[in-house]
C-alpha cells in the first residue's frame, strides 16, 4: 500500500532466495518533519 502510494519502494537485494529491501522514497523522507512534530506533541501532552 506504502509503495503504490509512492512513499517506499523496493528493489531486488538477492535472487535466491528472493529477498526485497525497501526505503524511503523523496515523497516519503518529506514525511519526517511531519511525523517529528506528531512525536514532539505527544511527548509534550502524553
Known sequence: M???RGIVASGLYER???RLEYYLT???KELG???KAL???GEKHA
Open 2 to 4: 506504502r509503495e503504490a
Open 16 to 18: 535466491h532466495p528472493p
Open 26 to 28: 523523496d515523497k516519503g
Open 33 to 35: 518533519p511531519i511525523l
Open 39 to 41: 512525536r514532539d506533541w
